[in-house]
């Protein structure tokens, strides 16, 4: 296979990672400074809500959160259906065009109203600009290296937030809180806009090709999901209907839902127990870390071993992790629970987008990947305010149980209705 042609009059789409290697190597980079863009968040967010803006309850904090999710999540609808009617890159531009104010609000900001407003634009960034990315990646590989290619797309986002997470308490705690810390926002919303309109090119060309030459399963299990359906009938398979793609919905909003609290209240219970902001600003850049680099793995894993296995237990092994942040008292102990839950949240994270990628019809899977991201970002805003809620009655540590034992849920929930979704899979069980 060969790369694009220089003259756009003479060029053919292809499917593969090889003959689109270079447009996909440029998505990747995208991808990381859309992950820097919530990075420079994670540290520091929750120590300015306490320590400038005087916010004791943990309600009221997580309000940005909140904010974020639910804004992310509709947006997330949203870039799926307008990248189907308009085109992957004019959503991607939109997404970049909506950054730019955000690190500005968040240096600027005389109150936490001003704090509300930047996630509120930092949600519809993060919705268009990334699940634009999912969907263009998984529109360039083609349908046997789905799990590679989400792996790669998620290892270098939250790399991105883990390495900005890191480097936001590095200048915090040297500079401050403000304004330091989010001159890394400016950057990346710069380079990202500029990446994005000058070198990224349109990939709905080439889901029209794989929609061109689809088969149907081994196994008839989607034959009765035609090409051609409605919007409403999109949402109602991908939430309710189809089992894989309604466990993946669910699996993919608790798992969020659990990093919402571990964003909101995790640098809250660590300063609570006298770790520094530098210790806090490591334990908050390595949940994402391991899971960043865990998904260079596990994404390609999926494509060999199958999608279930990795999301079933993912999911139980996020919730032993959480188990044992409440249950821990000291850098060390949060340390391997960080590990812990980065590594159960990478062998979830790209697979359940692969596994969706899997059953959804090429022509209407953007579509699916906005639905599944709706109710998958929707577990920001759930884990912000059960979280707080939680932690205002009863405390951090029994806000942190509750929602282990709804991620153990969850993990049961896919062990019992998912199927096995990898096309190889399926065709070597059948």
């Not at 249950?327 to 979830?348: N, P, Y």
């Amino acid at each position: 296979m060969t790369t694009p042609a220089a003259n756009p009059a003479t060029w053919v789409a292809r499917l593969g990672l090889r003959a689109n290697l270079a447009q996909f190597v440029l998505l990747v980079a995208v991808n990381a400074l859309v992950g820097g863009m919530l990075g420079q968040e994670r540290t520091v967010l929750p120590l300015l809500a306490e320590r400038e803006f005087g916010l004791t309850a943990y309600t009221s904090a997580l309000t940005f959160i909140l904010a974020f999710g639910a804004t992310k999540a509709a947006t997330n609808y949203v870039a799926g259906t307008f990248s189907d009617r308009f085109g992957r890159k004019p959503v991607l531009i939109a997404g970049w065009l909506i950054a730019l104010p955000v690190p500005l609000l968040l240096i600027w900001a005389p109150s936490w109203g001003w704090v509300i407003a930047a996630n509120v634009l930092l949600g519809l960034n993060q919705g268009l600009t990334w699940s634009t990315t999912v969907i263009m990646k998984i529109d360039l590989v083609g349908p046997d290296r789905r799990g590679l290619a989400m792996g790669l797309n998620e290892a270098a986002g939250y790399l991105a937030v883990a390495a900005t997470a890191l480097a936001t308490g590095y200048l915090a705690a040297r500079y401050g809180l403000r304004p330091e810390p989010f001159y890394l926002g400016i950057a990346y919303a710069a380079l990202g806009l500029g990446l994005s309109t000058l070198a990224v090119r349109e990939t709905r060309e080439h889901a029209r090709l794989e929609a061109a030459s689809h088969t149907a399963r081994a196994d008839g299990r989607h034959d009765h999901l035609h090409a051609q359906l409605t919007d409403r009938q999109v949402f109602l398979q991908t939430s309710f209907r189809e089992p894989a793609l309604s466990a993946a919905s669910q699996a993919g909003m608790v798992n969020n839902l659990n990093d919402g609290l571990a964003w909101g209240l995790f640098p809250v219970l660590f300063a609570a127990a006298g770790l520094s902001v530098a210790q806090i600003g490591v334990l908050a850049a390595l949940y994402p870390a391991v899971w960043g680099a865990g998904q260079l793995i596990t994404g390609a894993l999926s494509d060999r071993t199958g999608r279930k296995p990795l999301i079933a237990g993912g999911m139980l092994l996020q919730a032993a992790a959480l188990g044992l942040v409440a249950f821990g008292d000291s850098f060390a102990v949060w340390a391997v629970a960080a590990v812990l839950l980065g590594a159960g949240t990478a062998m979830v994270y790209p697979t359940l987008l692969a596994a969706i990628g899997d059953v959804a019809h090429p022509a209407w899977r953007a579509r699916s990947v906005g639905v599944y991201r709706l109710w998958r970002d929707g577990g920001f805003a759930a884990g912000a305010l059960a979280a707080g809620l939680l932690a205002d009655a009863f405390g951090i540590p029994v806000a942190v149980w509750v929602i282990a034992a709804l991620t153990a849920a969850s993990g049961l929930i896919v062990a019992v209705r998912m199927y096995e979704t990898h096309p190889r899979r399926t065709r070597e069980i059948a």
